[in-house]
């Protein structure tokens, strides 16, 4: 037996289910409380009045005429229950049969979106607990391993996000119609009272005139018993509004229940929603919420906790779903420039600007990283962003586009994009899921230490030869491009702070202490990188000392030029080309000086016990540093003059001698 949604009119308290059909006095009053429930139907079917009313105003509406006749009728009707003193019995039945409509109406709304299902089962009124308790054995949907919860928990996700929102809407209009009986019921019997408190007050007032006539001017007093009888009289109307409000939360407290219990029938299949999906069924379940509550006048404790709980599923779900293709990412990463398109640069630009939190859709970044694979780089996508200009100077037709943040143009591989892109959607999981935010916090910084710890392995421990990406070496340049992506990473991680800062409350803000450890790593790292540059040349020139220089007689030298020189020459300027291509000036002058400090110290212990017998030899020498740091100074927008002066210096005390 199905409610029949479409004739609001049928939907009455009293007749839903199996309603008993003998001539009880229960009979009675099911029929007096389907009265109550026509008075409902209709007081939510009454059209709002505007400015456009028609002219003739003073004429009454049909409806508005049957409201005003059924709720003359039902004050008679409830007069007659207190006269009878049969309120109680006739709350207390139409509480269990409100309680039952509810359940009902949930079930019913989940009956019409499973494709196949048992009617017996289903209809089964022995599996609901009038206490729908979450997890218990005889729950309102009753056993965990029932064909009905099965069939729950295998519903298609548009089925029952659909499902979902019918039970919002049709359990809101039942609730919505106990509160208006509530509101009836209240204001009829605080209306008793006041009546009944006047005509004792008139009583009196009749009563004194009568018995002390000679003295007009006495004024009135209630008798002792009239007194308590009033109050008698005013504590079984109170006690009346409070059985029915006790009806309106049992109502309120039974809806909660009973979403969240089929919310939780599917936990684990409702944490694998894509991010769009989620966003729906957390919009709809907050405007419930937010309804029940208008209602209620309480919190809706029971559902927030559920819903609260299902997003951390989601988020724990999407968390590791991430970083399970990071880690793959990174193990087939060739560290090599990825290409960053228009788009994905139109989302660092908003991170970069402050926008993060401005309304965006969801699904925009968490369809981005359900689709990103390990795919060594990205596909090339020959439209620029309009406000690209610096970086097509820098980018010809054929070359990766760098991605840019505050300007500045960062060269980087595509592990590290794809962990960019997993913390924006973490950012925009805080922004439509507030109470998750902490969560995000240490998400992110997880993520973030991953991408830090196994980049390291992977190149400055050289673990990317033996990885899936089967490096044949590790090179100056795969060392470079590390060396950006890590600055794109500090880069980004005040703007994704500040983002984080905005959604916090102010005893959850020192959880972004986190965010700045991590950002010591990241710079530790990335001097680390620049210190490896350092450590390349350091021990090219001393295997260049051992193999060459010791073995080589100035004296009778007759080659053009000393093997031990041009192979430094050439180190250097070599790596200066791969530094220069991929690496900003002010980082590249800074490894530059570096190297050229090692040079002024390593060259001249080298030559420490070089002694030619011949000033041709010695000549040699001073012809061999002058060509050098002749080179070094030729080197495009490095400064090497520390170097030359130091270095022409230290020999020419040393090999020039008086003749």
Known sequence: MAIQWEDPQSQKIGTIGNTPSSNTSGDILYEELDGLADFTHASLSVPITTANATANANAPDSTTTQKLTMEGSLKQLLQSLILTERTQSALNMYKHRLLDAIKLIVRTCVMEYLTHFDPSVAYDDNSFDTSMGGSGGDSAYGSAETPFAQKVREMKADNFLSCLSMCFEHVMVSVQKANLFHQFIETHLNANIGTFEASIAESAEVNNKTDHSAEANTPSTVSPEARIHTEEYKQVQLNMISMSKTCLTAACDLAQRSISQLINLRKDANAKLNPEKMKFMWEISLDFVLSLEAVSGTTAYIIRQCLQAQTKSFLDYLHETCKGKLVVTLDNERWVQCDVSAERQVQIDRLSSGKAFLPQALHAQGASVTKSTSNASMSTNPAASAGATEVKKLAKDKESRPVTVDHVPFKVVWSVMLLVEVIQTYLDVAL???????????????????????????????????????????????????????????????????????????????????????????????????????????????????????????????????????????????????????????????????????????????????????????????????????AFSRIKQIDASALTDSLEETFRKRYMRDR
Request: hydrophobic share 45%.
């Open 432 to 630: 439509h899921f507030a109470p998750v935010t902490t969560d995000v916090i240490n998400k992110s910084v997880e993520m973030l230490r991953l991408f830090d710890h196994r980049s390291r392995q992977l190149v400055l421990g050289a673990q990317a030869i033996q990885s899936a990406a089967r490096l044949k070496s590790i090179s100056v340049k795969h060392l470079a491009l590390t060396g950006q992506s890590l600055s794109l990473l500090l880069a980004l991680l005040p703007h994704i702070r500040a983002a984080l800062l905005a959604q916090l409350p102010a005893k959850h803000q020192l959880l972004l202490t986190e965010l700045d450890r991590v950002s010591h790593d990241l710079l530790e790292h990335h001097n680390q990188i620049v210190a490896k540059f350092v450590a390349i040349i350091s021990d090219h020139v001393d295997n260049l000392a051992v193999s060459t220089l010791k073995m080589l007689d100035w004296d009778h030298f007759q080659g053009l030029r000393c093997e031990y020189f041009e192979e430094v020459q050439k180190a250097v300027i070599n790596i200066h080309r791969v530094l220069q291509t991929t690496l900003p000036q002010s980082q590249v002058q800074d490894v530059f000086s570096r190297i050229f400090a090692l040079l002024n110290r390593k060259i001249p212990a080298h030559f420490e016990e070089i002694n030619p017998n011949t000033q041709t030899g010695r000549q040699r020498i001073l012809d061999e540093i002058t060509h050098l740091v002749t």
